[in-house]
């Protein structure tokens, strides 16, 4: 019996300027990450917000990078940045 591939269901999830300026240079280095933040397009509607579609598995890969920046800077407003980033990616891969 052929075996049946499933796609991954694909989840909309978006980022603010000042967090992409974090991510492109954070992803830069991990190519599975830098093809996610790169196909993110520019909100038709929204100045200033990139969306994308990705797996629940891209969106975890990308809350692991975003733990890890957070745990190494000590920049307030950095953190910031990040925690908003990680609420973001959390509404996406659950849903709400």
Same mark, same amino acid.
């Given at each position: 019996?052929?075996?049946?591939?499933?796609?991954?269901?694909?989840?909309?999830?978006?980022?603010?300027?000042?967090? /992409? $300026?974090?991510?492109?240079?954070?992803? *830069?280095?991990?190519?599975? &990450? +830098? %093809?996610?933040? @790169? /196909? $993110?397009?520019?909100?038709?509607?929204? *100045?200033?917000?990139?969306? &994308? +579609? %990705?797996?629940? @598995?891209?969106?975890?890969?990308?809350?692991?990078?975003?733990?890890?920046?957070?745990?190494?800077?000590?920049?307030?407003?950095?953190?910031?940045?990040?925690?908003?980033?990680?609420?973001?990616?959390?509404?996406?891969?659950?849903?709400?």
């Amino acid at each position: 019996m052929p075996r049946r591939w499933r796609r991954a269901r694909k989840v909309l999830w978006g980022f603010d300027e000042g967090q /992409r $300026a974090i991510l492109v240079p954070a992803a *830069a280095q991990v190519p599975a &990450l +830098r %093809a996610v933040v @790169e /196909r $993110a397009q520019p909100h038709g509607e929204i *100045a200033g917000l990139w969306v &994308l +579609r %990705a797996t629940i @598995e891209e969106l975890d890969s990308m809350y692991r990078l975003v733990e890890e920046l957070t745990d190494a800077t000590r920049s307030r407003r950095r953190i910031d940045i990040l925690d908003g980033l990680r609420m973001s990616l959390c509404t996406s891969m659950d849903g709400f």
